[in-house]
């Protein structure tokens, strides 16, 4: 699967502006910022993205309830999402990965290994 568009979703200023010149300048992708999980909903249906990264924590609605909801839309639910969070525990993970996300990954991260981390994550899923 080519990833061409990523729909970030984080309510931090600072972690969304690392992220973004991470995702472009290494990934080389566009990038589309949500600020929380009802963004995101909408952000989804009128972007399409290649891949949605998602936070657990925001206000409105959090990262979990937003990926049931992507999951549960036949338009969006082939959309897929990584979860990029503080969240480390394993409940948590187990938690997202449940709600049908195909990666975590834990924040703090590393700017210039996070590409190279989420394709990591793609290629897993696409082996399995």
Excluded: H
């Excluded at 009128?46 to 657990?56: G, M, Q, T």
């Amino acid at each position: 699967m080519e990833i061409r568009k990523v729909l970030l979703v984080e309510d931090d200023e600072d972690i969304q502006k690392v992220a973004r010149i991470s995702l472009q300048f290494r990934g080389g992708w566009d990038v589309t910022l949500a600020m929380d999980g009802e963004q995101c909903l909408s952000a989804a249906a009128k972007e399409r993205p290649d891949l949605i990264l998602l936070d657990c924590m925001m206000p409105k609605m959090d990262g979990y309830e937003a990926c049931r909801r992507l999951k549960q839309d036949p338009a969006l639910r082939d959309i897929p999402v990584i979860f990029l969070t503080a969240r480390a525990q394993e409940t948590e993970v187990k938690k997202g990965l449940l709600l049908g996300a195909i990666g975590y990954l834990i924040k703090p991260f590393n700017p210039m290994s996070l590409a190279a981390e989420i394709k990591q994550i793609l290629q897993n899923e696409k082996g399995t």
